[in-house]
């Protein structure tokens, strides 16, 4: 890729997509991105890990004539890349729904149209999920323990 559409496509993206980016490089190679650091004439100095190991925040001084493409690494849809690109869409099925909505016109989800509160989201921080899992696995196994005792 040339300097100019490797940046172009770094600047459509939204800024907290960047740690979702992946660079993929002639030779097979990919780095996750954390930060663009710097962008200069024939190269751009970018703080990532390698893929393939665990190793992060490292430095890597990239040639943009060795990146082969650029992935960004969630769910895309369709309308998301062409929003990217300057294009006016509507919201879809399923982006209607996220936002709360059940219909084009904009009524509101029933859940929250009936004034009870939404469910609340369960914690994405991996330290609750695991203790959450923990916590789940010894319940289970007293309470499996407790009906399964030979007498």
Avoid: C, W
């Avoid at 009870?116 to 309470?143: E, M, S, V």
């Amino acid at each position: 890729m040339r300097r100019e559409d490797v940046l172009d496509v770094i600047r459509r993206m939204d800024p907290g997509d960047i740690t979702l980016t992946v660079l993929t490089f002639q030779n097979g190679a990919i780095i996750t991105l954390d930060s663009l650091v710097r962008s200069e004439n024939e190269y751009m100095v970018v703080r990532g890990r390698e893929g393939g190991t665990t190793d992060e925040g490292r430095a890597f001084f990239v040639p943009y004539a060795d990146i082969s493409y650029i992935k960004l690494d969630k769910k895309v849809r369709t309308n998301q890349i062409r929003r990217m690109y300057g294009e006016k869409v509507e919201l879809d099925r399923e982006e209607q729904y996220e936002a709360g909505m059940t219909e084009v016109g904009g009524a509101a989800h029933p859940d929250t149209a009936s004034g009870t509160p939404a469910p609340t989201a369960q914690p994405l921080d991996p330290a609750a999920i695991a203790k959450q899992n923990l916590l789940d696995r010894i319940r289970a196994t007293r309470t499996s323990a407790g009906t399964n005792k030979p007498r």
